[in-house]
């Protein structure tokens, strides 16, 4: 299960890019100041080329989840708080941070747990608190994960988004372009299921995952900055049904994720007390 909601996580870092000749409305007419006169089709595709040109970035996870298996009779409650560093060639990461979980029930108790994950070309590491223990993964996985990375590449990702540009609302306040995009039911469940299909096959070595969507309501808010046309903001509130080999589950996801440090990273080093103390898997 982690896997896939971290998939979709990671999916959406440009949704709500659209290419239409509206100009932005402002948020609050006499509050914004600085009103831009560029069309949705011109904030596009300055941002497409913006999205071309990123080498590196931060990103700031804020995430709360609610898991809720009917066949089990079991629901969770997980929030997670990551930090990101992230160069797109050659792939590096470092990420940090705490994933709290809390089931069901009267007495549950609440389960908190350190992660942190360093990615480079030619190894990747995995540490979880309930361990203490830093881990060193094969070349297959790396080799997994970098291919389900690279479904994430920002051009591609607003490609396949084209067929709901014209849903998207476009406004603006001083420093930014805002888009919103609503919605739910089927239209939305195909663009869910593609991304995240893409990406799991990437992860299972191309080995088919037959996994079924049901999207109850989306709701996708991005801020793209006035001045870099960088997606520096990116909430993202989903229902929806994942169905996989005849077992339902339910996810209620709010998602906020706040981007800096755009082409100021350069470089990922995994500290030598880590490579030293990892067991291999």
Request: glycine share 6%.
């Amino acid at each position: 299960m982690k896997k896939w909601t971290a998939l979709l996580s990671v999916v959406t870092l440009s949704l709500g890019l659209a290419a239409c000749n509206e100009t932005a409305t402002p948020v609050q007419e006499n509050e914004v100041s600085e009103t831009s006169k560029l069309t949705l089709q011109e904030v596009y595709d300055k941002s497409i080329k913006a999205s071309e040109e990123l080498k590196s970035l931060k990103g700031t996870i804020d995430m709360k989840q609610k898991m809720s298996i009917p066949s089990e009779g079991m629901t969770f409650d997980i929030k997670s708080v990551m930090d990101m560093e992230f160069i797109i060639e050659p792939m590096q990461m470092h990420q940090k941070g705490t994933t709290t979980m809390m089931g069901d029930g009267e007495g549950g108790e609440s389960q908190e747990t350190d992660m942190e994950t360093y990615i480079t070309e030619d190894a990747m590491y995995v540490y979880e608190g309930t361990t203490a223990q830093w881990m060193k993964f094969p070349q297959e996985m790396l080799d997994q994960m970098m291919g389900a990375t690279n479904q994430t590449d920002p051009t591609a990702q607003l490609q396949t988004l084209q067929e709901y540009l014209e849903k998207v609302k476009f406004e603006q306040d001083n420093e930014n372009y805002i888009l919103t995009l609503e919605g739910s039911g089927e239209e939305f469940t195909s663009l869910v299921q593609k991304q995240v299909d893409e990406a799991l096959q990437s992860l299972t070595g191309g080995e088919n995952v037959n996994m079924d969507f049901t999207i109850h309501s989306v709701n996708y808010l991005v801020h793209i900055d006035k001045d870099s046309f960088q997606t520096n903001k990116l909430d993202m509130v989903i229902d929806m049904d994942m169905t996989m080999d005849g077992e339902t589950i339910n996810l209620n996801m709010d998602a906020s994720t706040d981007f800096s440090k755009f082409n100021e990273i350069d470089e990922i080093i995994v500290p030598q007390e880590v490579i030293d103390s990892a067991t291999e898997i």
